[in-house]
T-cell receptor, first 114, second 108 residues
Framework: DADVTQTPRNRITKTGKRIMLECSQT?????MYWYRQDPGLGLRLIYY???????NKGEISDGYSVSRQAQAKFSLSLESAIPNQTALYFC?????????????FGDGTRLSIL | KNEVEQSPQNLTAQEGEFITINCSYS?????LHWLQQHPGGGIVSLFM???GKKKHGRLIATINIQEKHSSLHITASHPRDSAVYIC??????????FGKGTKLSVKP
């Protein structure tokens, strides 16, 4: 089983719908991240969490919200999806308080908003 | 200007060729990551290095902190090396900032 699991892997939906992307991890890491990837732009940080009570906005948080339900679970929500949120979304984890730690990525969620 | 610049953006090679992908950055760092993104989309960490050189199989990563430059080399390239290679820098929050990636295609 994968250490970082994202569901769903693919999703097609319509403008205005509420969508939740889920991420769970078995690595026991405190730090979790949501990134989005757009062609030609590289990955960008949406939100990050150091633990259940510590959630922070990244560089492109507008239009998104998150919930850290437990150490192992970090969900990303689009309250009212719009077409320019069509992208590949990645959840990642890292351990410890040292920022120089490798990150472990899920397989990604490909989201298309029509 | 991006804090992380990679070159080339695209690279096509013949099987067996020696490959070099470059990464330059403009901020102070204590380490640098090289990641591989498979055609199916998944991302795996290849290296994290803060000085000198690291080797794993046919992959070699080097870094020069003073010159703010890192290279990823692939020796005896193979079609299964075809992927996007991404350079990334850690920030104080623990997240990474990413280069735009180098798309490598190795032809048989």
């Amino acid at each position: 089983d994968a250490d970082v699991t994202q569901t769903p892997r693919n999703r097609i939906t319509k403008t205005g719908k509420r969508i939740m992307l889920e991420c769970s991890q078995t690595k026991g890491h405190d730090r979790m991240y949501w990134y989005r990837q757009d062609p030609g732009l590289g990955l960008r940080l949406i939100y990050y969490s150091f633990d259940v009570k510590d959630i922070n906005k990244g560089e492109i948080s507008d239009g998104y919200s998150v919930s850290r339900q437990a150490q192992a679970k970090f969900s990303l929500s689009l309250e009212s999806a719009i077409p320019n949120q069509t992208a590949l979304y990645f959840c990642a984890t890292s351990e410890g308080t040292n920022s120089n730690q490798p990150q472990h990525f899920g397989d990604g969620t490909r989201l298309s908003i029509l | 200007k991006n804090e992380v610049e990679q070159s080339p953006q695209n690279l096509t090679a013949q099987e067996g060729e020696f490959i070099t992908i470059n990464c330059s950055y403009s901020v102070g760092i204590s380490a640098l990551h090289w990641l591989q993104q498979h055609p199916g989309g998944g991302i795996v960490s290849l290296f994290m290095l803060s000085s000198g050189k690291k080797k794993h199989g046919r992959l070699i990563a080097t870094i020069n902190i003073q010159e703010k430059h890192s290279s990823l080399h692939i020796t005896a390239s193979h079609p299964r090396d075809s992927a996007v290679y991404i350079c990334a820098l850690p920030r104080s929050q623990g997240n990474l900032i990413f280069g735009k990636g180098t798309k490598l295609s190795v032809k048989p």
